[in-house]
């Protein structure tokens, strides 16, 4: 992580801020997604960031906000599928402009920690085929796809991944 770079859970005054942070940094996507997406998506992001069954983390670049996380303690709240020992990320986020300063993958490794702290076996999230970047960075991470879990929309298949929080942590990235 850059020294300048923090990572904390969010205010709830900021969750109105943070959707936006989401939607700059989803914006690049568009071409892939059908008309009105957007809206929804806003909208579902809200109600994300906005559960009290989940820890939204905001990185901050020199004290400027430069990405979020969704984090769910609790698998059960991610969705009711999915065991409550396992731990789930969701709307990993970081605005273009601080993208390759490795902010993605701070949010992430602190995401882990945090699972493992609380002793959850598995961590879960899904992506869109079209995140390259996102789906390099899971992996790097540790994340293997697990396509057992992926979930179909009538627009696109959301791919799953998982890490398995009980192997060796992986190595730092060195950013």
Same mark, same amino acid.
């Given at each position: 992580?850059?020294?300048?770079?923090?990572?904390?859970?969010?205010?709830?005054?900021?969750?109105?801020?943070?959707?936006?942070?989401?939607?700059?940094?989803?914006?690049?996507?568009?071409?892939? #997604?059908?008309?009105?997406?957007?809206?929804?998506?806003?909208?579902?992001?809200?109600?994300?960031?906005?559960?009290?069954?989940?820890?939204?983390?905001?990185?901050?670049?020199?004290?400027?906000?430069?990405?979020?996380?969704?984090?769910?303690?609790?698998?059960?709240?991610?969705?009711?599928?999915?065991?409550?020992?396992?731990?789930?990320?969701?709307?990993?986020?970081?605005?273009?402009?601080?993208?390759?300063?490795?902010?993605?993958?701070?949010?992430?490794?602190?995401?882990?920690?945090?699972?493992?702290?609380?002793?959850?076996?598995?961590?879960?999230?899904?992506?869109?085929?079209?995140?390259?970047?996102?789906?390099?960075?899971?992996?790097?991470?540790?994340?293997?796809?697990?396509?057992?879990?992926?979930?179909?929309?009538?627009?696109?298949?959301?791919?799953?991944? #998982?890490?398995?929080?009980?192997?060796?942590?992986?190595?730092?990235?060195?950013?």
């Amino acid at each position: 992580m850059q020294p300048d770079v923090s990572i904390r859970e969010a205010a709830l005054n900021e969750l109105d801020g943070l959707v936006q942070v989401v939607i700059d940094a989803y914006s690049q996507f568009t071409e892939y #997604l059908p008309p009105g997406f957007v809206d929804e998506y806003r909208e579902e992001v809200a109600g994300v960031l906005g559960n009290p069954n989940t820890q939204v983390l905001v990185a901050e670049d020199g004290g400027a906000t430069a990405g979020t996380l969704a984090f769910y303690p609790d698998g059960r709240f991610y969705h009711e599928s999915v065991p409550a020992e396992w731990a789930c990320l969701r709307t990993l986020a970081v605005l273009p402009a601080y993208r390759g300063r490795g902010i993605g993958r701070a949010l992430m490794d602190e995401s882990v920690s945090r699972a493992r702290a609380l002793g959850r076996s598995q961590m879960l999230l899904h992506t869109l085929p079209f995140m390259a970047a996102a789906r390099a960075l899971h992996e790097r991470v540790g994340f293997t796809r697990a396509p057992e879990l992926d979930v179909d929309y009538s627009t696109v298949t959301a791919l799953a991944y #998982l890490l398995d929080l009980a192997e060796q942590a992986p190595a730092p990235s060195g950013r």
